[in-house]
């Protein structure tokens, strides 16, 4: 399982990095299924394939907790979604690749914490990571409605080309909006109560 979920999660990160970007980069949308399918859909597998194995880089980082790692997320996801870096990253191949890159890296980071890590004590990072899946869940779900519900462009103006289809760049921004609120929400809310009710179910230790 884990090896299909490492192969699986690297072939999804291949196509939104690779395929997608080629079809309509000014798109806010077409942005927003690729940021969210590499913290939400790339991450979480490859995590899954790393978790407990020698290339979890935060098995032996007992300090690096998912309350931790989901605050690294909110600064990361939050500072890139700022008016002038999301015009840079449209505008030079080098920064978006930054951008995607640290999105990537705080994925991983967010999942990983959340999974366990280290055999030692990883049922109570699994707890934590409850928490730590919900809170990301709501800075995501809040973004994403701010940004569905913004009365006006954040990010240009004039038209763009979104999948084939011409928007304007506020409807863009809004569609771009919902797709974070609808993945976030629902991604990051199973994962936590997936991850509530795997601690609930656990066998309890011999006494």
């Not at 505008?91 to 999105?103: D, H, K, M, P, Y």
């Not at 899946?133 to 569905?148: I, N, Q, R, V, Y």
């Not at 974070?180 to 179910?201: D, F, I, P």
């Amino acid at each position: 399982m884990r090896k299909t979920a490492l192969i699986t999660g690297v072939i999804l990160l291949f196509v939104l990095w690779t395929v997608l970007p080629l079809a309509d980069r000014a798109s806010f949308t077409v942005h927003m299924i690729a940021h969210m399918g590499v913290v939400a859909g790339a991450a979480p597998l490859i995590a899954i394939g790393l978790s407990g194995m020698r290339f979890d880089f935060l098995s032996n980082l007992p300090w690096f907790t998912p309350l931790t790692a989901s605050l690294i997320e909110l600064f990361a996801v939050w500072i890139w979604h700022i008016p002038a870096l999301r015009a840079l990253s449209e505008t030079w191949s080098l920064i978006a690749v930054l951008e995607q890159l640290i999105f990537l890296g705080a994925g991983l980071a967010l999942w990983l914490s959340c999974l366990g890590g280290a055999t030692t004590g990883r049922e109570e990072r699994r707890l934590a990571g409850t928490f730590g899946l919900l809170f990301t869940s709501m800075h995501m779900t809040l973004l994403g409605a701010l940004l569905a519900l913004s009365p006006r462009s954040l990010y240009g103006d004039g038209e763009v080309s979104c999948l084939g289809v011409i928007l304007s760049a506020a409807v863009d921004q809004q569609a771009g909006g919902v797709v974070m609120l609808l993945v976030g929400a629902a991604v990051y809310l199973a994962g936590g109560v997936a991850l509530l009710a795997r601690t609930l179910n656990a066998p309890l230790p011999d006494r």
